[in-house]
Every structure is written in C-alpha cells, then in structure tokens.
C-alpha cells in the first residue's frame, strides 16, 4: 500500500475499515433539517417580484411568527444562521457518536475484567498505561522485557529453555507454527491490497461518472472528499449518500449547488417560453409563407386602431 495517499485513497482505506454496526450515528436526520433551514436562492414570482422566505418548520411557533414580521434582510440572516449552526451541530453529533461506539468497545473488553481490576485497586486508565509501557519496553528491548517480566510474574527462564532442550519434537512445533504464523500473515496482507484496490477502483469509478450529457454526475467530490470520509467511517456504507451528506455540510459547495440549481431552471423557464412562442408562430404562418387563415396576433396600437374603425362616422 502506498505511504503518500490521496483523499481517495483515504477514502478507500476507511470505506474498507468502516464499522457494520447499523446503529451507527447517522447525520441524516441533522443533514435534512440543514437542508430545510438553510437560506434558498432567491426565488422570483410570476410577477417577478422575490418570493417570500419562509423559517424552518422545526422552529417554535412564537419565533416563525417573528421571522414573518422580520425584513427580508434579517430573515436572510436568520436562516443563514441557522444553517452555520446546524452544519457544526451534525459535526458535533458525528464526534459524539465515534466517542459512544468507542466507550461501548472498551467496556465489552474490560466486562470480565472490571471486578478483578477494582480488587486490586486499579483503574482501567492504569492497567492500559502499564500496557502501554510494556509495550513500549518490549519494542526498545525485548530480551530485558521478557526477563524483567518472567521476574515479576516468578517464572524461572532456565526451566523454560531446559524444557524446550529436553523436548526435540516441542521445537519442531514450534518452527511448524512459526512458519504458519508467516504463510498466514502474508496471505493476509495479499487480501488487504486487493481489497484496497478494488475499494479504490469503485471510489474512482463514483467519482469519475458521467451523465448522459457528458457531464460530470458528481462535480464536486473533491471538494467533499474529507467529510466523505468522516461520514464513512462513522458508519455510512452508501457513497451516494455519503457524498450528498457531505454537500450538504460544506457550505461553500452547497452554495455552489444551489446556485447552479437555479441557474438550470431558469434556463429551462427560458426554453419553454421560447418553445411556446415559436409553437405560436408557425401556427400563425404556413409552411409557404402564407397566411393559414387563423388570426394574427395584433398589438395593442392595432387594436385600437381596430376599435376606432368601427365607430360609425
């Protein structure tokens, strides 16, 4: 596996190593309601006036009745505060949960340990710190370790190594196990690099994906990447989702999302009418050039016009 990874890369790896707990917090339900109060771009009535805004239906009654009598300007600013602080909220509640699932593994480890720790008058961040020293120990120098450790646990060495002398067929055991330990260890690093890359493939073929346009189906995932990752390994399998999650929690690409939303419905607002207009015209006009009988559009002037005519002289 390689030293220097990507984001993608990274997302891979966390993909792989993600939990499969189902109760594993889901921002889904923080996500949505940033979605419903975060500020929308401003939409235009058929008169082309703006439209009004409306609070977030979670909001108590009192305060939606404030954000009604409130000018545009700070009901602008109210939902734009309400969509910074629901983005930190889901953050928070995704740290939160890491910490619970975390705080759950320790204490099914230590569930048969707890009662023997307190007899002895040890806490658990005790017990771990020793762990971690002799640990330590063991890595900078395994022979003292060992010795300092058969000492305190009152185990003579000596008979260990006369056993293993005395015993030809222990020794051949223990080279037969040693040598499994390796076959299996090198088997199991072979199926973490293919996992990798096959999670990587499948992350870069998300990605990358195309519409049938020829657009990119996710622009953004760059962008987003980092917090893919965070949502991943709290638990969501589905890198669809995973990635709207994300945009929605980035407030700069969501900005950019919802923009791009309205640019595109304005476009297709356009195209209808220019569609309509030119549906008009060719049923005013025939094929030829002619005059199918049917009645002109006239202008105001010419109505008018029309009107005056009619008046007897």
Known sequence: MPNDTSLRDELS???????????????GAAAAALSEGAAQPPAQG???????????SHWPEADRGLFGKASREHQQNWLDREKRYQTGYD??????????????????????????????????????????QWNNYLSKDPLGAMRAMAERMGVDLKTLTEATAQDPQLSGVRKEVETLKQHLSSQERARQQETFRSNLSSVERFASAKGQDGKPLRPHFDEVASDVIQLIRAGERDLEVAYNKACRMNEKVWEKIQAEQAAATAKQQEDERKKRVDTARRAAVGTSGESTGTTQPKSLREDLESAFSSWPN
């Open 91 to 132: 953050k928070v509640s995704q740290q939160l949960a890491q910490f619970k699932r975390d705080r759950e593994s320790y204490d099914e480890i230590f569930r048969d340990m707890d009662r023997d720790l307190g007899l002895s008058g040890m806490s658990r961040q005790q017990f771990v710190s020793q762990l971690v």
């Open 13 to 27: 790896a966390g993909f792989d190593g993600a939990g499969d707990d189902p109760s594993a917090a889901d921002p």
């Open 46 to 56: 058929a008169g082309g006036e703006l439209a009004a805004l409306e609070a977030p």
